[in-house]
T-cell receptor, first 114, second 112 residues
Framework: DTEVTQTPKHLVMGMTNKKSLKCEQH?????MYWYKQKAKKPPELMFV???????INESVPSRFSPECPNSSLLNLHLHALQPEDSALYLC?????????????FGEGSRLTVL | GQNIDQPTEMTATEGAIVQINCTYQ??????LFWYQQHAGEAPTFLSY????GLEEKGRFSSFLSRSKGYSYLLLKELQMKDSASYLC?????????????FGSGTRLSIRP
């Protein structure tokens, strides 16, 4: 199994809603990542988890809250988002912690904030 | 911090060869990646260089010079399906963690 699975694929939410994005991998990878990508822009790193611990937060606003319940799962909790947060949110994983291997990406969750 | 530069757009002809350059500056270099991304899809891994030299994988090759902070991706025998964005990404390591940072990407268009 070489897949990273993200749900939902599409999400529309209002600025007062609370929602969550989910990511799952069964490759035994120990590092997981959240990236945000706007149209015609490169992926921007948001968070990195290494061995289920948050190791990098790229000064992301607190309305985005990551969670790593176990080594296979990564969540991104969303609350009080702004329209400019509309983007493709990509989850990725890599093996052996953050210093080895390439990133395997999920297909992304496309978020629209109204 | 990190700085990664690559051309914004390139055009090439089907069957030809194209080279996409990437220059980078980073304090804790620990590897360079090339990814391909078709519109509306997730990035897919193409190549990885951590030592100087050329890595070849089928129609795709990637070169790295750490002393020059320079890499290129070479695509041979171009096909229409190679029309995509090509992202250069650098792993930057500090004392506590490493992260992979992407350049702005090069949009490659292949004409018949």
């Amino acid at each position: 199994d070489t897949e990273v699975t993200q749900t939902p694929k599409h999400l529309v939410m209002g600025m007062t809603n609370k929602k969550s994005l989910k990511c799952e991998q069964h490759m035994g990878h120990r590092a997981m990542y959240w990236y945000k990508q706007k149209a015609k822009k490169p992926p921007e790193l948001m968070f990195v988890y290494s061995y289920e611990k948050l190791s990098i937060n790229e000064s992301v606003p607190s309305r985005f809250s990551p969670e790593c319940p176990n080594s296979s799962l990564l969540n991104l909790h969303l609350h009080a988002l702004q329209p400019e947060d509309s983007a493709l949110y990509l989850c990725a994983s890599s093996r052996g912690g953050t210093s080895t291997g390439e990133l395997f990406f999920g297909e992304g969750s496309r978020l629209t904030v109204l | 911090g990190q700085n990664i530069d690559q051309p914004t757009e390139m055009t090439a002809t089907e069957g030809a060869i194209v080279q996409i350059n990437c220059t980078y500056q980073t304090s804790g270099f620990n590897g360079l990646f090339w990814y391909q991304q078709h519109a509306g899809e997730a990035p897919t891994f193409l190549s990885y260089n951590v030592l100087d030299g050329l890595e070849e994988k089928g129609r795709f090759s990637s070169f790295l010079s750490r002393s020059k902070g320079y890499s290129y991706l070479l695509l041979k025998e171009l096909q229409m399906k190679d029309s995509a964005s090509y992202l250069c990404a650098v792993r930057d390591w500090n004392s506590s963690a490493s992260k992979i940072i992407f350049g702005s990407g090069t949009r490659l268009s292949i004409r018949p």
